[in-house]
């Protein structure tokens, strides 16, 4: 089972992987780069870092299309590659079955002109809709080939730097990539066609994405993972967790403290599992032959954390979170990042940073 952010664009519908997903935000001011590629439409400065935004349709060979405010961009981060692309409408995260995934497309849907089939990991079809799966290495890969730098700051934006180099060309084609697809030529000013009050619209959101917060964290639309823990609902940042694992069995580490539940061997890798329950004034966890945990990474810091089931993935917006003072159990709340209406119950948006980082759990590996 995988999760995907679904989104349209140009009347398809796709779907991306939810745990490569950053943040989603409505459209904002674009800056062009007018020797990128034009299905780079330009980049996008969130919060210090500059990031380029892509046309999944223009990558993808149709004509163009007008922008609208409703538009969408999506960040998405693979191996420390980071890309925008923009969408039409966001829709909800789905739960795909890996078996119901299928390398061709369906008999009933072979006539669809649809191109660029190297950027699609498969299809999926649920009653008449059907989504395209996209592949977020490849599509990053090709970005990263157009030699753009991710880090530069528009104090400073050498368009020389990026433009397309000599080489390009054949690293794109070791993607199997034709250089054709897209236009050549490109407007020198982003939704050229937006009236005056869109303009303003759009430069404000832009404002407001370079703007460092306190909680910039939280920022627009991202991912939540929502798990249970003794019947109560909580949720972390999708982007800590690198997959979610049933076990039966942990190696015991002698002397350890009682939040440690032992040492898993994932794929060659010792991971120890911890449980946080402690942290929220919750029971122990009773034991049982098969037991879940989620592998989070923190700054590098990489643990296991026990859960008893993990519930749903779903977009968090930052207008929703309220104080966690607003909690009517008996819940530590030291922990929590604020809480939000969830299943006529609140759920506590936990801190896994502070937890990890902040000496509230002292993991000494070296036991």
Not at 27 to 41: C, M, N, Q, S, W
Not at 77 to 103: R, S
Not at 250 to 277: H, Q, Y
Not at 293 to 303: F, T, Y
Request: glycine residues 4%; hydrophobic residues 45%; negative net charge.
């Amino acid at each position: 089972m995988t999760y995907y952010l679904t989104f349209t664009q140009n009347n398809l519908r796709y779907g991306v992987p939810a745990i490569a997903v950053q943040e989603v935000f409505f459209l904002p001011e674009i800056t062009p780069i007018p020797e990128a590629p034009a299905d780079i439409i330009g980049s996008v400065n969130v919060r210090g870092k500059i990031i380029p935004v892509m046309d999944l349709n223009l990558r993808f060979g149709y004509p163009p299309i007008p922008y609208a405010l409703n538009d969408s961009i999506i960040i998405l981060n693979w191996q420390e590659l980071t890309l925008g692309i923009l969408t039409n409408q966001v829709h909800e995260v789905k739960a795909i079955a890996d078996q119901g995934v299928t390398a061709e497309l369906p008999h009933d849907q072979s006539s669809l002109d649809f191109k660029q089939e190297r950027f699609i990991n498969g299809f999926f079809q649920e009653n008449e809709n059907l989504w395209f799966l996209l592949n977020i290495e490849t599509l990053l890969r090709y970005t990263e080939a157009q030699n753009l730098d991710l880090e530069l700051d528009l104090d400073v934006f050498d368009l020389d730097a990026l433009s397309l180099p000599e080489d390009a060309t054949e690293n794109t084609e070791e993607l199997g990539e034709s250089t054709e697809i897209v236009p050549a030529v490109k407007s020198p000013i982003f939704f050229a066609q937006a009236t005056e009050f869109e303009r303003k619209v759009l430069q404000k959101r832009a404002d407001n994405l370079r703007q460092n917060s306190k909680l910039k964290d939280l920022t627009g639309l991202k991912p939540l993972a929502i798990f249970t823990l003794n019947q109560e609902f909580f949720g972390v940042d999708l982007s800590l967790i690198q997959e979610f694992l049933k076990f039966t069995e942990a190696t015991a580490i002698p002397c350890s403290p009682a939040f440690i539940i032992g040492n898993i061997n994932l794929r060659g890798e010792i991971i120890t599992l911890i449980d946080i329950r402690s942290l929220f004034n919750l029971p122990r966890a009773i034991a049982s032959e098969e037991r879940q945990a989620m592998i989070i990474n923190v700054e590098g810091v990489v643990v296991g954390v026990l859960i008893d089931s993990i519930q749903d993935i779903f977009m968090l917006n930052s207008k929703d979170v309220l104080d966690a003072s607003v909690m009517e159990n008996d819940l530590n709340q030291s922990y929590l990042q604020g809480v939000i209406p969830y299943q006529e119950k609140m759920l506590g948006l936990v801190n896994l940073t502070e937890i990890i980082l902040g000496g509230s759990l002292l993991v000494d590996e070296a036991v």
